[in-house]
């Protein structure tokens, strides 16, 4: 059972534009919700991430909008640019836990 | 630099063979971890090692093994049972032994059956 969803699987946007990634996970035990950037051939790297105690966590242009409820997050790229090109990876864990949980991934294209 | 050292960068195997992946950290991170990527599948955890000499079945450890004699180094051997090795393998690690922290990736090894 996929424990974070994540939608859409692949996004392309024209620079200067908003990207966004959405995702969704069932167990409200989950306290850290991390994004990952993956360049190909590279491992992913660590983007931003928040805990469910804020709604909203921004740095630079990214910023992830979380709603504790709905039980969903997503990332947001403002004035996408080119080099944002990438795949996107959202997930879960507990403080107390022991592995995260990774979405499926989004690949990110940005066009000049 | 302090990071995560995965090697090689290209491995092929031939059917029947195990073969070995090796990642190294020089983070002084406790835990450690072992992922296989696959197109439209995002992450899939092999196995996990939160402390020397101990390891845990990930959700997919069939036709994998692992050992972890130092803190630095959590090798992955693919072994002949696993049916479907053709994948890119990522390793990573945590500074404390469980998942509220960032995870630290490595460049990735990717193994091909020929």
């Known amino acids: 059972q996929q424990q974070v969803k994540q939608s859409p699987q692949s996004l392309i946007v024209q620079k200067g534009g908003i990207s966004i990634i959405n995702c969704a996970y069932e167990?409200?035990?989950?306290?850290?919700f991390p994004w990952y950037q993956q360049f190909p051939g590279k491992g992913p790297a660590l983007l931003i991430a928040?805990?469910?105690?804020?709604s909203e966590k921004k740095e630079g242009r990214f910023t992830i909008s979380f709603n504790k409820s709905a039980k969903q997050f997503s990332l947001h790229i403002m004035d996408s640019q080119p080099g944002d090109s990438a795949t996107y990876f959202c997930?879960?864990?507990?403080?107390?836990?022991?592995?995260?949980?990774f979405g499926t991934g989004t690949s990110l294209t940005v066009i000049p | 630099d302090g990071g995560i050292t995965q090697s090689p960068k290209y491995l092929f195997r031939k059917e029947g063979q195990n073969v070995t992946l090796s990642c190294e950290q020089n983070?002084?991170?406790?835990?450690m971890y072992w992922y296989r990527q696959d197109p439209g599948q995002g992450l899939r955890l092999i196995y996990y090692?939160?402390?020397?000499?101990?390891?845990q079945k990930g959700d997919i450890a069939e036709g994998y093994s692992v050992s972890r004699e130092k803190k630095e180094s959590f090798p992955l051997t693919v072994t002949s049972a696993q049916k479907n090795p053709t994948a890119f393998y990522l390793c990573?690690?945590?500074?404390?032994?469980?998942?509220?922290?960032?995870?630290?990736f490595g460049q990735g090894t990717r193994l091909t059956v020929v």
């Open positions: 997930a879960a864990s507990r403080d107390t836990g022991n592995q995260f949980y």
């Open positions: 167990n409200t035990a989950f306290d850290y």
């Open positions: 090692s939160q402390i020397v000499n101990d390891f």
């Open positions: 990573a690690s945590t500074d404390m032994a469980w998942g509220g922290t960032e995870a630290f």
């Open positions: 928040i805990r469910p105690d804020v």
């Open positions: 983070l002084n991170h406790d835990a």
